[in-house]
């Protein structure tokens, strides 16, 4: 009996580091709909409708978002803190973010914006991580 105790806590931190690693890096997930693009000549102005979902057990602070540009060179178009995130719950925002016509027409062709997000949960560090943004239900082609 004295063997099995200190077993089964072996097995309890295992299972639970197992269960955070399997969760690090998919806190959030994200949904997006494009509700406006106005081109600018080399670059294009797009309003994002985006849904960000919280899948932890703690509320979360979102700090800032920002959109990969996979153009050489480009700086992630960002902007600053806009949402918290209650326990398993999502929040949606329109934003709106300068890219390059490449990004764009990319997206047109099917490809996934690609989100900077950093957060913070309660009481935590902040963290950032990059969420491919899969289209919503209400995704109206631009």
């Not at 105790?5 to 072996?10: D, T």
């Not at 959109?67 to 925002?93: I, M």
């Not at 027409?105 to 989100?115: D, E, F, N, Y």
């Amino acid at each position: 009996m004295k063997r099995f105790f200190p077993i089964l806590a072996s097995a309890i931190l295992l299972l639970a580091a197992a269960a955070a690693a399997q969760t690090a890096g998919n806190e959030v997930t994200g949904f997006y709909s494009v509700r406006q693009a106005t081109d600018l000549g080399t670059m294009v102005r797009v309003t994002l409708h985006i849904r960000l979902v919280n899948n932890t057990p703690q509320e979360l602070s979102i700090l800032r978002v920002a959109v990969q540009d996979r153009a050489q060179g480009a700086q992630p178009a960002g902007t600053s803190a806009w949402a918290r995130l209650e326990q398993r719950q999502g929040a949606s925002v329109d934003q709106q973010f300068v890219i390059s016509k490449a990004e764009y027409a990319r997206w047109k062709r099917g490809g996934q914006p690609v989100l900077q997000v950093a957060f913070q949960p309660d009481g935590g560090r902040e963290l950032l991580r990059t969420i491919p943004l899969k289209p919503s239900r209400d995704r109206r082609p631009q």
